[in-house]
């Protein structure tokens, strides 16, 4: 059986951890993992996340099965966190899943049920698994415009003349907010066009929500969605609690969708159910279980909010002073653009000889193409650190 097996392509990010890992040098700066980092290059428990655990433990009676559908506290807390007051929530269902990979691929296999001709289309360029995400419920995938990878800003003229070509046969997907890898945002205004075309052109929009609260704040972040949800009868949005609870290996997500109807909605939440009944049953119920108590409990949310709120304003912080040294050291204006992105990640669009110097003369590493997690950075000594370095690899 196995040795007709050929060896799968490796993902470039988990093979990227194995090789920061293995390296003996401590000066290194390892901008390539996409994980929160705090000052001391940590990525701790939320405090109201130990909180919530110790009430957990003090509550929890029993580890008998949740259900498929997850945490129904958290379910509705997440909607109503994605959404506001935008979508009918008459029409809007959504179900707990394994992170927000698990809601992307529940709600790709619900939707290739349904539309196996239609075509999936993603950003150029765009996060590394949605490719096989897509592709592995059956999907053909293709690209639209969405960078300018000279200015690394949004090319918003392509990206729109890309989206009018696109109709009812297309599934379209959006990051609803701090764009990986490239972190090149949306205005307000360039979403409010989109939503005009999807509803004008009948293209089905599907969000990917892994960051809100990492951008700007939990309702700016939330603008892409509720502008959508407010013109288009249906669409899903598939979000993750991996970073903004950092509950990363707690496989915390949530797959939302809204229907034309109440009763279209039930029946694409029972598609749904059925899918995860038939991969992975029924989702984890740690992480979950500490979203619903910190989101139904007015003080620990507060504390939630304060310290997403820290957690964000280390990235712009950092984001400005980076764009600050860049500027002294290179003597011009053009890394300016790290501090007009959002989230954590920006795309510096480097060739692979430019990354393969950081890596082997000064020990920075990121990701092929030059994306870098801004979180990575310690301190003003790393800060200037890696801005002589790219200075040097770029020159
Ligand atoms: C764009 C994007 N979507 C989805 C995810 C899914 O995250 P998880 O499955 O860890 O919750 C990530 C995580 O890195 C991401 O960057």
């Given at each position: 059986m196995f040795e007709k097996f050929e060896p799968p392509p490796e993902d470039p990010i988990i093979q990227l951890i194995g090789i920061i890992r293995n390296d003996p040098r401590p000066e290194k700066i390892d901008m390539g993992v996409g994980v929160f980092m705090n000052d001391h290059g940590q990525t701790p428990v939320l405090s109201v996340v130990r909180k919530a655990e110790e009430l957990l433990h003090a509550q929890q009676t029993t580890k008998a099965y949740v259900g498929v559908a997850g945490n129904e506290t958290f379910n509705s807390e997440i909607i109503r966190l994605a959404f506001g007051d935008s979508a009918d929530m008459q029409r809007t269902r959504g179900i707990q899943t394994p992170g927000g990979c698990g809601a992307l691929r529940m709600l790709s296999d619900m939707l290739y049920r349904v539309a196996p001709d239609r075509k999936v289309w993603v950003t150029d360029p765009t996060w590394g698994n949605h490719y096989p995400i897509f592709r592995g419920s059956g999907f053909e995938v293709d690209s639209y415009p969405y960078l300018d990878w000279n200015t690394r800003t949004v090319d918003i003229d392509r990206m729109m003349s890309g989206l009018s070509t696109l109709g009812q046969g297309d599934i379209v997907v959006f990051h609803a907010c701090c764009h990986n890898p490239s972190g090149a945002e949306l205005s307000p205004d360039d979403w409010d066009e989109i939503a005009r075309l999807a509803s004008q052109n009948g293209f089905f929009p599907f969000f990917d929500m892994a960051y809100q609260g990492f951008g700007d704040s939990l309702?700016?972040?939330?603008?892409?969605?509720?502008?959508?949800?407010?013109?288009?009868?249906?669409?899903?949005?598939?979000?993750?609690?991996?970073?903004?609870?950092?509950?990363?290996?707690?496989?915390?997500?949530?797959?939302?969708?809204?229907?034309?109807?109440?009763?279209?909605?039930?029946?694409?939440?029972?598609?749904?159910?059925?899918?995860?009944?038939?991969?992975?049953?029924?989702?984890?119920?740690?992480?979950?279980?500490?979203?619903?108590?910190?989101?139904?409990?007015?003080?620990?949310?507060?504390?939630?909010?304060?310290?997403?709120?820290?957690?964000?304003?280390?990235?712009?912080?950092?984001?400005?002073?980076?764009?600050?040294?860049?500027?002294?050291?290179?003597?011009?204006?053009?890394?300016?653009?790290?501090?007009?992105?959002?989230?954590?990640?920006?795309?510096?669009?480097?060739?692979?000889?430019?990354?393969?110097?950081?890596?082997?003369?000064?020990?920075?590493?990121?990701?092929?193409?030059?994306?870098?997690?801004?979180?990575?950075?310690?301190?003003?000594?790393?800060?200037?650190?890696?801005?002589?370095?790219?200075?040097?690899?770029?020159?």
């Open positions: 309702q700016s972040d939330a603008y892409s969605i509720r502008k959508m949800a407010r013109e288009v009868e249906a669409m899903v949005v598939a979000s993750s609690c991996s970073k903004n609870f950092g509950l990363y290996r707690e496989r915390t997500g949530c797959a939302m969708l809204v229907g034309e109807s109440a009763a279209t909605a039930d029946v694409a939440r029972a598609q749904l159910l059925n899918t995860a009944r038939s991969s992975y049953s029924m989702p984890p119920d740690h992480g979950a279980a500490l979203v619903a108590m910190i989101l139904a409990d007015p003080q620990l949310r507060h504390e939630w909010e304060e310290e997403l709120r820290t957690m964000r304003e280390r990235i712009l912080g950092l984001r400005s002073r980076m764009s600050l040294a860049l500027r002294e050291t290179s003597g011009t204006p053009d890394w300016d653009f790290i501090a007009d992105h959002r989230g954590m990640f920006s795309l510096l669009v480097l060739d692979k000889q430019q990354v393969e110097r950081l890596r082997t003369d000064h020990a920075v590493y990121c990701v092929a193409g030059g994306r870098i997690n801004i979180a990575g950075l310690k301190n003003a000594d790393e800060i200037q650190r890696f801005a002589d370095a790219l200075v040097a690899v770029t020159r």
